[in-house]
């Protein structure tokens, strides 16, 4: 997957990890303010059945965000 970060209003960072995971230095997009980021990666899902992913903006301002699934994969 591609993620994508724009237009964010504060500096900070963007971690995407497991729905029932806890957030790590695995999916990290850092950014700063009206910066313009992307990072590819392997995007985890949860481990209960769900299917779902958390994405968490660890900053003070709001920030545009895109995914971008290229695949998938058992």
Known sequence: ?????????QAGELRVYPG???PTTANIVP???NETRANNGHLTLSTDNTGTFNVRNASNGTIHFILDVNGYYQ
């Not at 997957?1 to 209003?9: D, E, I, K, L, T």
């Open 31 to 33: 950014f700063k303010v």
């Open 1 to 9: 997957m591609n993620y994508s970060v724009f237009a964010p209003q």
């Open 20 to 22: 029932n995971g806890v």
